[in-house]
């Protein structure tokens, strides 16, 4: 992995361990993201993705039985301190699931739930930040004149750009995305592909993927987990035509996996 000045990096994870009960998913874990680039996480089912990602905003605490050791600082705080907020935490760091998951409401109060929740209620206001977020999520156009339908009755790809339109009015600093592309159409794919890149000017982007061409395609650091460990770590560049383990070019020319 190439040297550089920590002071870049918002996420720092330090030597992970989870277990669920007794089996361990994460083994000493280590991985450095940087801010404003797109890491991904790559490597075969059941690798321990999904269960990473949902250290970073502390989803796993919500699973019984869950150990956790080890440190993830995100801008030098540990996440896991006894100190942490952890609904701030996960305001400040959002996810994005495979099927998206609008609530059964508007498409306005959709984008706006957090902030209600959070005890906004300027209609002003809120008509200001649930239109710059449905832009953000590249939405406006198609759903400014029926605000008020129902979330779920939008297409698939517009209701995952609802759920990240629904984050971005929060204002977080990083976004989590799990296969968030797995299940829409190429073209939709493409689309979802396209406003991560924008929206990366911004945040900090963490995206689980099943599609190595996704990763090679979006990404600027890629993470190549296999059987709980972090296999290897690298620019997505280095990962995808020169990686230094073998496992890792096992995988991506695609022996197993
Ligand atoms: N809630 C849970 N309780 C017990 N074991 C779990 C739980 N969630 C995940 N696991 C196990 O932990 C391991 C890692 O699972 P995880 O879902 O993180 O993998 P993944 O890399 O995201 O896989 P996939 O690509 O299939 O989504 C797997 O062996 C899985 O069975
Ligand atoms: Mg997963």
Redesign the pocket.
């Given at each position: 992995m190439e040297k550089q000045n920590s002071a870049e990096y918002i996420i720092n994870i330090k030597n992970l361990d989870?277990f669920?009960?007794k089996?361990q998913?994460?083994i000493a874990v280590d991985m450095l993201a940087q801010k404003n680039m797109i890491t991904a996480?790559i490597?075969?089912?059941?690798?321990?993705?999904?269960?990473?990602?949902?250290c970073l905003n502390r989803m796993?605490d919500l699973?019984?039985?869950?150990i956790i050791t080890g440190k993830i600082e995100i801008n030098n705080l540990d996440i896991y301190s006894k100190s942490t907020d952890v609904t701030e935490l996960r305001k400040n760091v959002g996810m994005v699931f495979?099927r998206p998951n609008p609530f059964p409401l508007s498409i306005y109060d959709n984008v706006v739930y957090g902030l209600r929740v959070a005890g906004v209620r300027n209609k002003t206001e809120l008509d200001e930040i649930a239109e710059k977020s449905l832009r953000g999520a590249w939405l406006w156009d198609q759903v400014k004149d029926k605000l008020h339908h129902s979330g779920l009755e939008l297409p698939l790809d517009q209701q995952q750009r609802l759920c990240i339109a629904r984050l971005l009015a929060v204002q977080p600093e990083v976004i989590l995305m799990?296969?968030p592309c797995s299940s829409l159409d190429p073209i939709a794919t493409m689309k979802i592909e396209e406003l991560m890149i924008e929206l990366k000017k911004e945040y900090t982007i963490v995206i689980?993927t099943?599609n190595m061409q996704q990763a090679s395609r979006v990404s600027d650091f890629t993470g190549y987990?296999l059987l709980?460990e972090m296999i290897e770590f690298d620019k997505t560049v280095n990962i995808f035509t020169r990686p230094s383990n073998k496992l890792t070019e096992e995988y991506i020319s695609g022996k197993y996996g």
């Amino acid at each position: 992995m190439e040297k550089q000045n920590s002071a870049e990096y918002i996420i720092n994870i330090k030597n992970l361990d989870l277990f669920y009960g007794k089996f361990q998913a994460l083994i000493a874990v280590d991985m450095l993201a940087q801010k404003n680039m797109i890491t991904a996480l790559i490597g075969p089912s059941g690798c321990g993705k999904s269960t990473l990602l949902r250290c970073l905003n502390r989803m796993n605490d919500l699973i019984r039985g869950v150990i956790i050791t080890g440190k993830i600082e995100i801008n030098n705080l540990d996440i896991y301190s006894k100190s942490t907020d952890v609904t701030e935490l996960r305001k400040n760091v959002g996810m994005v699931f495979q099927r998206p998951n609008p609530f059964p409401l508007s498409i306005y109060d959709n984008v706006v739930y957090g902030l209600r929740v959070a005890g906004v209620r300027n209609k002003t206001e809120l008509d200001e930040i649930a239109e710059k977020s449905l832009r953000g999520a590249w939405l406006w156009d198609q759903v400014k004149d029926k605000l008020h339908h129902s979330g779920l009755e939008l297409p698939l790809d517009q209701q995952q750009r609802l759920c990240i339109a629904r984050l971005l009015a929060v204002q977080p600093e990083v976004i989590l995305m799990d296969e968030p592309c797995s299940s829409l159409d190429p073209i939709a794919t493409m689309k979802i592909e396209e406003l991560m890149i924008e929206l990366k000017k911004e945040y900090t982007i963490v995206i689980v993927t099943h599609n190595m061409q996704q990763a090679s395609r979006v990404s600027d650091f890629t993470g190549y987990m296999l059987l709980g460990e972090m296999i290897e770590f690298d620019k997505t560049v280095n990962i995808f035509t020169r990686p230094s383990n073998k496992l890792t070019e096992e995988y991506i020319s695609g022996k197993y996996g």
